[in-house]
């Protein structure tokens, strides 16, 4: 199974990728992660992608695919895959048909979450990751137990730059320019589309997304 997560920044696409996929099994693929990785690991990609990531704008179509079609070569074409944030454009969706063809795959189900504007920026100023294990918190919702530190392996709990308030008006202004079209384009899709309100509780959110995919109702 080929799944899409569409939804503005800090919807919470990736916890739910997460947490699916920790109990189906799959893999969960965030472009923000490998991006985020590449920049930490300074590759030739990682000090292209920087500067379009501090600014909260989209890293340019053609290094996107490239990342995409390397990765999943190194896959099984068997593996289900949970893609979080990518695509984001048309083209990006377009070149992602593309390369699932040539593994004789295709798109099987999109998922779009929903939340207000003032929902999202709330919970983009409150995220924070950790730098050892990359668990997510947020300080409104699900703090840690200690100030800072993260509860899974006790490393340093940082917020993003790109969750900066200018940055992360930026990224909604870019989400409703250029990746809300998506919506649209795959309602003409052979892949499902179906809406999920995140304005729910994590597990609600969770039961509302398996019952989307028609997967068990066990969180
Ligand atoms: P995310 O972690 O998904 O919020 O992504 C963080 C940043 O990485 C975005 O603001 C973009 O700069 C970049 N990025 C992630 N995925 C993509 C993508 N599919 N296309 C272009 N840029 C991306």
Redesign the pocket.
């Known amino acids: 199974m080929v799944v899409i997560l569409l939804g503005p920044?800090?919807v919470g696409?990736?916890t739910q990728a997460v947490r699916l996929i920790d109990s189906v099994g799959g893999e969960h693929i965030?472009?923000?992660?490998?991006?985020?990785e590449a920049c930490r690991d300074g590759t030739d990609l990682g000090l292209e992608?920087q500067g379009?990531?501090?600014?909260?704008?989209?890293?340019?179509?053609l290094?996107?695919l490239d990342l995409?079609r390397d990765h999943l070569s190194t896959m099984d074409s068997e593996t289900s895959i949970v893609f979080?944030?990518?695509?984001?454009?048309i083209a990006?969706a377009e070149g992602l048909d593309g390369v699932l063809l040539d593994v004789t795959r295709g798109v099987n189900e999109v998922v779009v979450f929903e939340a207000p504007e003032d929902e999202l920026i709330k919970r983009l100023s409150g995220r924070r990751s950790c730098t050892d294990c990359g668990a997510v918190f947020n300080l409104h919702f699900d703090p840690p137990t200690s100030e800072g530190e993260c509860g899974r392996c006790a490393g340093p709990l940082v917020q993003?730059s790109?969750d900066q308030p200018d940055?992360v008006k930026n990224?909604l202004r870019?989400y409703e320019s250029q990746t809300a079209p998506l919506i649209e384009h795959y309602s003409s899709h052979p892949a499902s589309l179906k809406r999920v309100s995140a304005v729910q509780p994590v597990n609600d959110v969770q039961l509302a997304f398996r019952a989307a995919l028609g997967i068990g109702l066990t969180v």
């Open positions: 920044p800090g696409k990736g965030s472009t923000g992660d490998l991006l985020r992608a379009f990531m501090d600014k909260g704008d989209l890293v340019p179509d290094l996107i995409i979080d944030g990518f695509p984001r454009t990006q993003r790109d940055t990224r870019v």
